[in-house]
């Protein structure tokens, strides 16, 4: 039997270290579900793998895609599912690693197929977003698609200006391309999830963004700040600190907003992790116990 474990769990609880240590155990390469490492521009926004691990260890989508390409979660599902399958000709176990909520899910339960939309159609949108918000785009939704606006989540923009750009394609409402059907996979899935006491976890993520300040954050986010508009770039981290290249907040403000933010990003992970039955969760510090119940399911499965 082939199997795919995922390591997933909320940003800065150490899924990267643990991921190394999993994949050389059991022979796998890394298989990146970050829906911001893909990008090669932000190395150090997006806390990518350090080169010491991307030499032990082979990566995929880690810095293979750039920032003015659109991408989504549906690319990612059908690109490494592919990957996912050529794999397992020669590899039983495989791992998936991340954090990004709708990537995980693309690979282990599928996105419902949904209409192309058109360059012109996207650009337009996002364009009214950037000049006059989401609330027009919000009151387009609610007039073309009242179910799906009863449902989706209004503060998640991405969601909202998706939703509107199949209703703009297609004339018709965007509920109606959605099945709620798990897609069936040629793999047994293993959901491995970490978690850490809050406290301990929103210090390690305050201490990571002191990191990245200091690693070359603010050089980084300047050499992209002229394309600030992408959707790439609407992410924590980058937005913040285009508000304070713009002077419209102090440095010290950034710095607090980011890690706010930060953490109220791994708030919303966790409370989307948690409603998942399938995951077997640990502390990432338990090395040993997370081996030996991959070792269980491996014996399993041979």
Known sequence: MKVLFVLLGPTGVGKTALSISIARHIGSPVISADSRQIYKELPIGT????????????????ATHTISNYY??????EEAVSL????????????LCGGSMMY???VCKGIDEMPTVTPEIRNALWEQYGRDGLAPILEELKKSDPIHYNEVDRMNHRRVIHAVEICRMTGKPYSLF???RAKERPF?????????????LFERIN??????????????????????????LNTVGY??????FDGTQTFDETVEKIKRNTRVYARKQMAWFGRDPEIQWFNPDNEKCIISYIDSICNTAL
């Open 72 to 77: 989504s979660a549906s690319i990612f599902e």
């Open 207 to 232: 201490k990571r963004v002191d990191e990245m300040f200091d690693n070359g954050f603010i050089e980084e986010a300047q050499s992209v700040y002229s394309m600030r508009n992408l959707n790439a």
């Open 239 to 244: 937005k913040e600190l285009f508000m304070y």
């Open 47 to 62: 806390v990518a793998p350090e080169e010491k691990y991307l030499d032990l260890v082979k990566h995929y989508f880690i």
């Open 104 to 106: 995980i899910d693309a």
């Open 188 to 200: 047994k899935i293993c959901k491995i999830g970490l978690a850490r006491e809050r406290t301990v």
């Open 84 to 95: 996912i399958n050529k794999l397992h000709e020669s590899q039983p176990f495989l791992l």
């Open 178 to 180: 959605r099945t709620h």
